[in-house]
């Protein structure tokens, strides 16, 4: 059965990428809408080769739409999530603003899809911080294997995480330093060009900032209350992509060889993990893939049951468009119409 799809924030990064997402994947639709806000009116955005014209957030009637994507922020999810619901339609909302809510499922669909079900107490589904979604598929089977006990998470996270006026300051801040022009600093809270920031959204009273707590709140919601988590998240110089070293202690015996199978098998990975010059994973290479990938699998001989990874993901796919396009795809299959 085609359903009829709402894109909220298609004008942006993760919005554009939710429609390629759509035509690639060939999701059943019956009619794709593209909503902005009003300065955006009329602004062309395309579904495959069919241009959308982009309506206006303020003043669509939801009424007849049975799914809205959105990308458009928190504030902009909360007012609009009432009337969206009142509508009959169900939002996938990328924002933090409605993740921790207990009657909002927080969904990757290779890790929890069975609590989409739970979508009708507020007609809403959140997707996961990008740095979760990829941590956490990567976590999921070898949870399964062997319970985890303990993950130490070190992020390494591009700047298209934090949007277009992210991107733009690392174009200008490396053009102007390459130019010896003066570099100016707007988004970022220090130089990110040739720099990294171990600082991504707000400090918290504990020390962490919001995204490190993200990643331990999430997990516990997703995967796990019992695994103990800690983080530190690095923004980098890196366009688009985000890396993650893993440090993961489990709570028995675990086989090197085993795990790097498991990880080979298991849905949306992809094992490349060499031990040579090159034979590991970076941003540049997954790119527009919709796989996590997986290198440098090795043991940690200063624990008792302990494994180091390195995982790398598109975090505008796997971490916004794609996992939110896959709960769709779930919710559209199963519970639907049923």
């Given at each position: 059965m085609p359903y009829k799809i709402?894109?909220?924030?298609?004008t942006g990064n993760v919005g554009r990428e939710m429609l390629n997402v759509l035509e690639e994947r060939n999701f059943p639709v019956s009619e794709v809408i593209a909503l902005a806000s009003r300065r955006s009116l009329g602004t062309e955005v395309f579904f495959g080769n069919e241009a959308l014209k982009?309506?206006?957030?303020?003043?669509?009637?939801?009424?007849?739409?049975?799914?809205?994507?959105?990308s458009a922020g928190g504030s902009i999810s909360a007012e609009y999530a009432p009337k969206i619901a009142a509508a009959g339609c169900v939002m996938i909302d990328n924002s933090s603003h409605f993740r921790m809510d207990p009657d909002v499922p927080l969904v990757v669909p290779e890790v929890n899809p069975e609590a989409i079900a739970g979508y009708k107490k507020k007609m809403i589904i959140a997707n996961p911080n990008c740095s979760t979604a990829q941590m956490m598929v990567t976590l999921k089977p070898l949870h399964d294997y062997a319970k985890i006990k303990r993950v130490v998470v070190s992020t390494y996270q591009s700047v298209s995480?934090?949007?277009?006026?992210?991107?733009?300051?690392?174009?200008?801040?490396?053009r102007a330093m390459i130019v010896n022009d003066p570099v100016e600093t707007v988004h970022f809270t220090k130089q990110i060009a040739f720099n990294v920031i171990p600082?991504?959204?707000?400090?918290?009273?504990?020390?962490?900032?919001?995204?490190?707590?993200?990643?331990?709140?999430?997990?516990?919601?997703?995967?796990?209350?019992?695994?103990?988590?800690?983080?530190?998240?690095?923004?980098?110089?890196?366009?688009?992509?985000?890396?993650?070293?893993?440090?993961?202690?489990?709570?028995t015996a675990v086989d090197e060889n085993e795990i790097r199978d498991l990880l080979r098998d298991a849905p949306g990975l992809a094992v490349v993990d060499k031990r040579e010059d090159g034979?590991?994973?970076?941003?540049?290479?997954?790119?527009?893939?919709?796989?996590?990938?997986?290198?440098?699998?090795?043991?940690?001989?200063?624990?008792?049951?302990?494994?180091?990874?390195?995982?790398?993901?598109d975090n505008l796919l796997k971490g916004a468009a794609l996992n939110t396009v896959q709960i769709a795809e779930v919710l559209a299959e199963n519970y639907l119409n049923k």
């Open positions: 709402a894109i909220i924030g298609a982009c309506q206006d957030l303020a003043t669509y009637d939801f009424a007849g739409t049975d799914i809205a994507l959105a995480g934090g949007g277009k006026s992210a991107m733009d300051e690392l174009w200008h801040q490396t600082h991504i959204d707000v400090f918290m009273k504990d020390g962490d900032t919001k995204e490190e707590w993200k990643m331990i709140a999430e997990t516990a919601k997703i995967l796990d209350p019992d695994i103990r988590l800690t983080a530190t998240c690095v923004r980098v110089p890196v366009f688009a992509g985000h890396a993650e070293s893993l440090n993961i202690e489990f709570e034979g590991y994973v970076t941003p540049v290479e997954c790119a527009g893939e919709y796989d996590t990938y997986i290198s440098r699998i090795r043991r940690d001989s200063s624990v008792k049951h302990g494994i180091n990874l390195w995982c790398v993901c």
